[in-house]
């Protein structure tokens, strides 16, 4: 690829029969693919001739356009004009990330490097945000019930184990999309931080990189789950699944608290800016805003299956060696963990509601981790229980962890610091968790993660929510099933 292209030759190939784009020096012509282009046509033809880079790195990783196009697609290098440096503007001054002590700090300091549309992406929930709301404020109803004169002066170790993995934490990162609309780095920024501290981190089919891109630039390895949205064409979940056993991802999460998509309206409302955003791993993208409004889960949610149901996943499991577990995220009540126990091919469940995104008015996630405590105990000695939603501070996870869960996930906080500090935010805003947590446990008389149970937590504010047992089929439903034979 010898021939230089320059801006002036470039800039004579911008229709729609003979459409070329530079892309980080690299000229491509892109006549033959543009109808096809997930994006659509537009997007392209309003860069046609010109140097793309910009719009392209905002969404896409680097290799993707190398990957997607054949070679001979290359059609020279791109000879930009000299840079001019413009003069020195104004700029907002970013608070040092050593200011940040605390898991609320994140939020405003990472503000003024986002966008509109990230900021909405992130705070979004589905419809009145009630759900978002209340898994968050149950955690503050529950109370703690510290034990005094205790030795506590030894190191108190975090490390245990989550889905057979060895972990620094107890605390995992739960899955995100679309991470490079937040930061450039997206996804690889969190699981260099991950790496780092060895914690455990969820990986989204809608992430912005693949798996590879993903987990390839780490020092050292670190446990890496894979969260799953089944696809209308089961042949694409398939290579989805082989892809992450390829890459040493060590669980499978089946989402299936989302088989639509929920109305997040915060997101509906703010368009889509900066060119097409695309998800490899789902291959899909995002679409021109229609009249219900551009919510990115929901313009780029249109391939999930919607009618996965309990009977498939012997499927899922079927594509697993045996060393990777399945796991189903987004369980919602103890009569699901309990089927799901019962499969026999499930290994652990997540309590989920989807961090408020999907329905709303449904139960936070504490209640139904207390539910499963009251009314079927025995699902925490057959698999291993996650949760995650509402989890904002050490004393949170402390709480989870008493109640009998094995991990606690968090996802916006590690998204707003991504958003404001890339890797090392992401290290900070873990690290003050895990601090804050080993904290609490002194405090409340432990030093082991061995010693957690529940009578360090006084659940009596919100016990009367809890239902008091399970499995018994209500009169309406036993009328109905009746009505059908």
């Not at 292209?5 to 892109?30: C, F, K």
């Not at 620094?168 to 690889?188: N, Y």
């Not at 009569?335 to 799901?340: G, K, L, P, Q, W």
């Not at 229980?385 to 989870?400: C, E, H, M």
Request: aromatic share 4%; hydrophobic share 40%; net charge neutral.
């Amino acid at each position: 690829m010898s021939r230089k292209i320059s801006p002036s030759e470039l800039s004579q190939y911008n229709t729609l029969s003979s459409l070329w784009l530079a892309i980080n020096g690299t000229v491509y012509d892109l006549t033959a693919f543009a109808p096809s282009h997930p994006g659509g046509l537009q997007i392209l033809l309003q860069h046609a001739g010109q140097d793309a880079s910009s719009a392209y790195n905002k969404v896409h990783s680097p290799s993707l356009i190398q990957t997607s196009l054949p070679p001979s697609a290359q059609i020279g290098s791109f000879d930009p004009p000299p840079t001019i440096t413009p003069s020195a503007s104004p700029t907002i001054e970013k608070t040092p990330l050593s200011a940040l002590i605390s898991p609320h700090d994140f939020p405003p300091a990472a503000l003024p490097s986002l966008t509109p549309k990230a900021i909405a992406f992130i705070s979004s929930a589905a419809t009145d945000c009630l759900t978002h709301q209340s898994n968050s404020s149950l955690y503050s109803q529950l109370t703690l019930r510290p034990r005094i004169l205790v030795n506590v002066s030894p190191p108190t170790p975090l490390t245990t184990t989550i889905l057979g993995c060895d972990v620094s934490s107890p605390i995992f990162v739960s899955p995100t999309s679309l991470g490079r609309i937040i930061h450039p780095a997206g996804e690889k920024a969190i699981a260099l931080a991950c790496s780092t501290l060895n914690m455990a981190q969820t990986i989204s089919t809608s992430a912005s990189f693949t798996l590879s891109e993903i987990l390839s630039e780490q020092s050292t390895t670190h446990p890496a789950f894979l969260q799953l949205y089944v696809d209308k064409n089961r042949g694409n979940s398939e290579q989805v699944i082989k892809e992450a056993v390829r890459n040493g991802v060590r669980a499978v999460m089946v989402t299936v608290d989302a088989p639509v998509a929920g109305k997040r309206e915060a997101d509906e409302r703010i368009p889509t800016a900066g060119g097409e955003m695309l998800a490899p791993m789902a291959g899909t993208s995002t679409a021109v805003q229609d009249t219900k409004g551009a919510a990115l889960g929901r313009v780029m949610g249109g391939y999930i299956d919607s009618s996965f149901c309990w009977g498939d996943l012997g499927w899922v499991k079927g594509l697993l060696p045996k060393d990777v577990k399945l796991v189903l995220k987004g369980v919602q009540t103890a009569e699901d963990a309990v089927r799901a126990m019962e499969t026999g091919v499930v290994d652990g469940v997540v309590i989920s509601n989807h961090g408020g995104r999907s329905l709303d008015t449904a139960t936070g996630t504490v209640l139904v981790l207390l539910e499963l405590q009251r009314c079927c105990p025995v699902v925490f000695e057959r698999m291993e229980v996650l949760i995650d939603g509402g989890v904002g501070r050490g004393t949170d996870v402390f709480k989870a962890l008493c109640l009998g869960a094995r991990g606690v996930g968090v996802g916006r906080g590690v998204l707003w610091a991504l958003g404001g500090y890339g890797r090392e935010g992401v290290e900070r805003y873990l690290e003050i968790l895990n601090d804050e947590l080993v904290t609490t446990m002194k405090m409340c008389g432990v030093t082991s993660l061995d010693e957690l149970h529940p009578g360090l937590v006084n659940t009596r504010a919100v016990d009367h929510l809890v239902p008091d047992r399970v499995g018994e089929e209500h009169p309406y439903a036993k009328w109905r099933r009746k009505s059908k034979l």
